[in-house]
């Protein structure tokens, strides 16, 4: 299935502990159906020392991926919004679902 949701795209989550949060996308893991976003669902993890790769240990402090459906993709002006598609000269470009505003065009 193609995800609408792509890389650096600012979303917000809709569902779950960290409802109402807004974020930056990090990470997209297409075959899983999940993504990581900036600040949202952080959990710690104990990290061993390194000195080859001068890796301090301790306990640190680090994002968790979330279920794609969990979060909406958020219009510049309209807010969380629901995404549609549209072809312009053979180009497949992303639309607001309210304003009708082109978003930046998905990559493949």
Do not use: F, W, Y
């Amino acid at each position: 299935m193609a995800l609408k949701i792509q890389r650096n795209d600012m979303v917000e989550v809709i569902s779950g502990s960290d409802r109402g949060k807004q974020g930056r996308v990090l990470r997209v893991i297409v075959d899983q159906q999940r993504i990581l976003v900036e600040h949202v669902r952080v959990v710690k993890k104990h990290v061993h020392p390194n000195p080859q790769r001068n890796i301090q240990g301790g306990i640190a402090e680090q994002e968790a991926a979330i279920p794609i459906s969990n979060v909406m993709l958020v219009c510049g002006s309209c807010g969380p919004v629901r995404i549609g598609q549209r072809i312009d000269g053979g180009v497949k470009t992303r639309v607001c679902r309210k304003c009708g505003q082109t978003l930046a065009p998905k990559k493949k």
